[in-house]
């Protein structure tokens, strides 16, 4: 079974840093597609980044610039580097992970982390 764990999160003053780590466990053949999300109170789940097994990255107007969203495949984790945070950053960042196992080819998601930016 895969599990997704995010961490970094918290609260940052705006113009800060932060960066969230996402941790895959479990018996993966290949990561397909993994991606960042987020939430905020009273909003849709938003698409923040999204990043292929070729390299292939996307991210959304709102965080151009300022978010860069990598992978290291030897840990199995992937991360979201955030500079330059504003309060409409404010959300619960989930990971997102179309992986492939044995059992095929599946959507998994993490707990989510907390990120609070403070004006």
């Known amino acids: 079974q895969v599990q997704l764990v995010e961490s970094g999160g918290g609260l940052v003053q705006a113009g800060g840093s932060l960066r969230l780590s996402c941790a895959a466990s479990?018996?993966?053949?290949?990561?397909?597609?993994m991606g960042w999300y987020r939430q905020a109170p009273g909003k849709q789940r938003e698409l923040v980044a999204t990043?292929?097994?070729?390299?292939?990255?996307n991210y959304a107007d709102s965080v151009k610039g300022r978010f860069t969203i990598s992978r290291d495949n030897a840990k199995k984790t992937l991360y979201l580097q955030m500079i330059r945070l504003k309060p409409e950053d404010t959300a619960v960042y989930s990971c997102?992970?179309?992986?492939?196992?044995?059992?095929?080819?599946?959507?998994?998601w993490g707990q989510g982390t907390q990120v609070t930016v403070s004006s």
């Open positions: 997102n992970g179309v992986i492939l196992t044995k059992a095929g080819r599946n959507d998994y």
């Open positions: 479990g018996s993966i053949f290949s990561f397909i597609a």
């Open positions: 990043i292929t097994s070729g390299g292939g990255t």
